[in-house]
T-cell receptor, first 116, second 114 residues
Framework: NAGVMQNPRHLVRRRGQEARLRCSPM?????VYWYRQLPEEGLKFMVY????????ESGMPKERFSAEFPKEGPSILRIQQVVRGDSAAYFC??????????????FGEGSRLTVL | DQQVKQNSPSLSVQEGRISILNCDYT??????FLWYKKYPAEGPTFLIS?????DKNEDGRFTVFLNKSAKHLSLHIVPSQPGDSAVYFC?????????????FGKGTLLTVNP
């Protein structure tokens, strides 16, 4: 399967714990994006990364959230000290270039975080 | 501040008939529009797009119409098939500037009845 791979698909955490979501982009793609979908909402842009670089994190909450895309390995979205409001579906997408508006934005199946 | 609005949460049509999904936007900087389709427990998949220099783009059973003066676009599916049942998201971006950033609507759940 050469698609965007996300894991875990489902993650349950208690308030105050840490959540780590991983994303491996499609083969040949070096641009990764994270989107969040809260219940009854559309997807909202969080962050855009290239290998070892954060290009735009304007959609990330200022505290507790961080993202990385190391030279080797998957991109990781990290949420520290989770709260109930963090419960959402987190989607990773990748593209071969940095132009999502060409339509060449391929999404993974999402990671659903539930905070108890 | 919702810049892309899909005012119909759901739509139900009969197989073989036309499905029309609507989308409005407020940001005049948007100049590229996309439709994504999403099945339950899956990620969104790209369906069709249109640039603001056009008013229509067609791909098989799917046609997107853009009315820039009204800041409105619509997706037509004809004929509708049961396999089209999914959530459809309208998305927009600005080619100039942050063209990697998509702004999504809340989605419309389309149900096509056999």
């Amino acid at each position: 399967n050469a698609g965007v791979m996300q894991n875990p698909r489902h993650l349950v955490r208690r308030r105050g714990q840490e959540a780590r979501l991983r994303c491996s982009p499609m083969k040949g793609h070096s641009h990764v994006y994270w989107y969040r979908q809260l219940p009854e909402e559309g997807l909202k842009f969080m962050v855009y990364l290239q290998k070892e670089n954060i290009i735009d994190e304007s959609g990330m909450p200022k505290e507790r959230f961080s993202a990385e895309f190391p030279k080797e390995g998957p991109s990781i979205l990290r949420i520290q000290q989770v709260v109930r409001g963090d419960s959402a579906a987190y989607f990773c997408a990748s593209s071969p270039t940095g132009q999502a508006n060409t339509g060449e934005l391929f999404f993974g199946e999402g990671s659903r975080l539930t905070v108890l | 501040d919702q810049q892309v609005k899909q005012n119909s949460p759901s739509l139900s049509v009969q197989e073989g008939r036309i499905s029309i999904l609507n989308c409005d936007y407020t940001n005049s900087m948007f100049d590229y529009f996309l439709w994504y389709k999403k099945y339950p427990a899956e990620g969104p998949t790209f369906l069709i797009s249109i640039s603001s220099i056009k008013d229509k783009n067609e791909d098989g059973r799917f046609t997107v119409f853009l009315n820039k003066s009204a800041k409105h676009l619509s997706l037509h599916i004809v004929p509708s098939q049961p396999g089209d049942s999914a959530v459809y998201f309208c998305a927009a971006s600005a080619i100039r500037g942050s063209n990697y950033k998509l702004t999504f609507g809340k989605g419309t759940l389309l149900t096509v009845n056999p």
